[in-house]
């Protein structure tokens, strides 16, 4: 097939959206990326991502001919071929997943559709079982009630990428997955994606096609099947990591070193290396509001996810062990200063969303610690979102080490494996340190005199 270009409406810029919409654009198709935020979208026609993420701002820059942000889906629409929703479905107090946004931009489609030629409605948030006909019925209700007849199919198409890998993920994936009821929509969305699903473009300079890459799999189904494959791709890898912790804390009970136990068990291939690194365990905003999701369908089907519920109960405990190792270490706490090393849910990103930090702090200052914080990236996200909690903000690692009695690590920013250690240990009060992802080199801290402790480590 040769690569044809496709006109793309991209409906909501966050991770899944403005990644998704960049990189269409720089593979050659016309992309007009839509938001309400009339701030995100001035920010973007700047040029200035919203978003921390990688490379961001030079694909940007290399697909802007091919590239559009609007805040007008009824200006962006009329031509289109495909119309991508790409939303927030945040969770609900119950678990749920709230689809409303989602419907609400279906309502919008509805009522502004207006062509014969077929248009293809691509679900890309992560929604429940059954959201793709629910899109359906809420086109369909519209143009009933405006007496329009119009040629449109919907299709499931999860995402798999990673924030702070977004473009390398979305460029070079294992595989697409399509859920589709029309062959029509199959061929469309095998239009679209063929520039990857073949690798016909020119990869970027600053994000290279890895070389033992594969041409990705194209794997299509019913759009059940589609919904269902994002939720347990997600709950799989949130319960190894769940698994690998569970083992940590028998690790440092009997004397093993979780690290070496996990090289063990993922050089087997049937397991693999990935998702098996042991430690404060994972947050984001998406394997905590999928798994408590997919639990949630269970439930209505009056049927209990075990293996699931589980991994969300061993992760949210895991979060505790840094306190509980500080208490172990420190004895008392009140009054302690504890530096937090990393606030971000994981490193390269900004993002707070369910990140272990939050609750390790509100924690800490419960039990009366006072706490003082760094991160290279997330402060300014942090100073937002948390105004009320009582921390106190450094500038780098060297200040925030003074008079310190202990350290958490708790995200694996790339800075900290450049941390003059010797310097910091003159500073602090106690030299104790809780590696939150084992992520320093233990013998190092130890030479130097730090009670070094990290996860699943004796
Ligand atoms: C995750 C999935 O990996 C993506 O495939 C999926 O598309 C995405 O959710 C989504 O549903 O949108 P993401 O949340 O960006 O991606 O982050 P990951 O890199 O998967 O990390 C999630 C959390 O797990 C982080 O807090 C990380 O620190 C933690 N983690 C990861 C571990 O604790 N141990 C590991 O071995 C790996």
């Known amino acids: 097939m040769v690569n044809k270009q496709l006109k793309v409406v ?12 960049v990189c269409l654009a720089y593979l050659g198709h016309r992309v007009t990326c839509v938001d309400v935020n ?56 119950n678990g749920d997943a709230d689809i409303s946004a989602v419907e609400r931009v279906a309502e919008e489609i509805g009522a502004i559709l207006n062509s014969d030629s077929p248009l293809v409605i691509v679900n890309k948030s992560t929604v429940p079982i059954g959201s793709a006909r629910r899109v359906e019925t809420v086109v369909k209700a519209k143009l009933e009630r405006r007496n329009v007849e119009c040629n449109f199919f ?15 993920d979305t460029l070079y994936p294992d595989r697409i ?55 347990a791709a997600n709950s799989f890898l949130a319960m190894k990591i769940s698994f690998i912790n569970e083992f940590a804390g028998l690790a440092e009970r009997v004397g093993a070193d979780i690290k070496e136990v996990a090289q063990g068990i993922g050089l087997d291939k049937r397991i693999g290396l990935d998702y098996l690194q042991a430690g404060l365990g994972w ?12 639990s949630y369908t269970a ?21 505790m062990v840094a306190v509980e190792k500080l208490q172990r270490a420190l004895k008392v706490l009140r009054g302690s200063i504890i530096g937090i090393l ?29 706490v003082r914080v760094f991160d290279p990236v997330a402060m300014p996200n942090f100073q937002r979102q948390y105004k009320n909690m009582a921390v106190e903000y450094c500038e780098d690692v060297i200040t925030l080490s003074i008079d310190c009695d202990a350290l958490v690590l708790v995200t694996e920013w790339h800075d900290f494996a450049k941390i003059d250690w010797g310097l910091i240990s003159r500073n602090m009060r106690q030299k104790i340190i809780v590696d939150g992802r084992n992520f320093v080199k233990n013998e190092e801290l130890e030479k130097i005199g730090f009670n070094y402790l990290g996860m699943g480590r004796f």
């Open 10 to 21: 991209i409906v909501g810029t966050g991770y899944v959206g403005l990644t998704t919409g």
């Open 177 to 231: 997955v399509v859920g589709f009821e029309s062959a029509q929509a199959f061929n469309i969305l095998g239009q679209l994606y063929n520039p990857i699903l073949k690798q016909t473009f020119e990869p970027p300079a600053f994000i290279p096609r890895p070389a033992e890459y594969k041409c990705p799999s194209f794997i299509a189904t019913n759009p059940t099947s589609a919904e269902l494959i994002k939720y």
């Open 154 to 168: 919907v299709a499931s198409n999860p995402e798999f990428l990673r924030e702070g890998a977004a473009i390398r």
């Open 342 to 370: 990393g606030l971000s849910f994981k490193p390269n990103t900004d993002d707070l969303r369910d990140a272990p930090s939050v609750d390790i702090i509100n924690k800490l200052i419960e039990l009366g610690a006072r």
């Open 283 to 294: 947050g984001g905003s998406c394997f905590g509001k999928d798994t408590r999701a997919i």
């Open 38 to 93: 009339e701030k995100i979208i001035s920010e973007l026609n700047k040029g200035k991502p919203t978003i921390h993420e990688p490379g961001m701002e030079e694909l940007m820059m290399l697909a802007r001919n091919n590239l559009v942000f609007s805040f007008s889906l009824k200006e962006a629409m009329p031509e289109a071929d495909i119309v991508v929703i790409a939303v927030g479905t945040p969770s609900k107090n």
């Open 299 to 319: 439930s209505q089907y009056g049927y209990k996810m075990e293996l699931v519920q589980s991994s969300i109960d061993v992760n949210y405990r895991q979060r």
